[in-house]
């Protein structure tokens, strides 16, 4: 066991976990945040994705350890209240069904939109591309990732 310090959505926070326990379980068993999802354990299917020093990756695949000095953002951090453009987009897109994947999916576009404002269909087709979603939502979710952008730009 060690102590891992990092910033946790805007907050310095220490953990103390072993060094190669994944963030995933970092963040939902030892922090009690758990938007992020278990899915695959693989990295494939983008339910536990965050973002870590600003770009969308898959919690399950990264330990404790490489996270140390860095910023993590969990779903949790993007908006208390549901007023990120991308939370509010995917309402008024009527993204979400079962939910399962949904945070994940928000995450990895959080990090689409922060490397390109303004993405093509190409472009978020290309990023999401890691993101499993059960429910097929896939047209509504990239209308969602333009809606954001456009309330983004405006």
Known sequence: MAR????????????????????????????????AKYGCGEGVCGSCTVLVDGAAVPSCQLSVTEVRGSAVTTIEGLSADGSHPLQRAWMAEDVPQCGYCQAGQIMGAAGLLAAKPQPTDADIDAAMAGHVCRCGTYVRIRAAIHRAAQEARA
């Not at 891992?4 to 939902?28: C, I, K, S, Y």
């Open 4 to 35: 891992h310090a990092f910033t946790l959505n805007g907050q310095p926070r220490e953990v103390e976990a072993p060094d190669d326990m994944p963030l995933l379980w970092v963040l939902r068993d030892l922090v009690g945040l758990t938007g």
